[in-house]
T-cell receptor, first 121, second 113 residues
């Protein structure tokens, strides 16, 4: 249980285009979803936190107009990288926190998706 | 704000050696959770363990063991009799009650045959 999927797994796009990444909790409803970015050989850095039906909370230094997050339902969050540039090339990972008691013994935990590798040419 | 330090950037060992990955954390909360994840070259994070702040009991799972010491704010991870398949980047992470998770910088472990 507690499976999170991301689509696409890899995307290559031209500079200036927008890219949408989907994050889905497949077998549970998520109270909160998180988006992380990981540059090569670096750690995961939290970009934003989102709850269904409300605006995302962005970490300091993350441009909310560039990284649009939509959390349309309890099982789906999307991250849109607008007007992508080569410096946005990175590994984007989402995670989701289930409602309590769905995942026995692992309440308040984040379950991670497999990641999306974005390359902007 | 919470902070996680993994001082070892890279470790290289020969197969069958034991290896310990260090993790030191900082938090003002009395309730928090500590995690270890493995990230192989594919990039997907593999959950290894979660420990809450009230449970200082050490844990062993096969060749893996974890030593949680609140007195030194450390949560170290030991792999016994390492294997080539253990080669990966290992992340220690800390989550406070607001679910805000912070990762350490990661330790790249290379196990040579």
């Amino acid at each position: 249980g507690a499976v999170v999927s991301q689509h696409p797994s890899r995307v290559i796009c031209k500079s200036g285009t927008s890219v949408k990444i989907e994050c889905r909790s497949l077998d549970f409803q998520a109270t909160t979803m998180f988006w992380y970015r990981q540059f090569p050989k670096k750690s995961l850095m939290l970009m934003a936190t989102s709850n269904e039906g409300s605006k995302a909370t962005y970490e300091q230094g993350v441009e909310k107009d560039k990284f649009l997050i939509n959390h349309a339902s309890l099982t789906l969050s999307t991250l849109t990288v607008t007007s992508a540039h080569p410096e946005d090339s990175s590994f984007y990972i989402c995670s989701a926190t289930p409602y309590p008691s769905v995942t026995s013994g692992r309440d308040n935990e984040q379950f991670f998706g497999p990641g999306t590798r974005l390359t902007v040419l | 704000a919470q902070k996680v330090t993994q001082a070892q950037t890279e470790i290289s060992v020969v197969e069958k050696e034991d290896v310990t990955l260090d993790c030191v954390y900082e938090t003002r909360d009395t309730t928090y959770y500590l995690f270890w994840y493995k990230q192989p070259p594919s990039g997907e994070l593999v959950f290894l363990i979660r420990r809450n702040s009230f449970d200082e009991q050490n844990e062993i799972s096969g060749r893996y063991s974890w030593n949680f010491q609140k007195s030194t704010s450390s949560f170290n991870f030991t792999i016994t009799a390492s294997q080539v398949v253990d080669s990966a980047v290992y992340f220690c992470a800390l989550s406070e009650t607001n679910n805000d998770m912070r990762f350490g910088a990661g330790t790249r472990l290379t196990v040579k045959p």
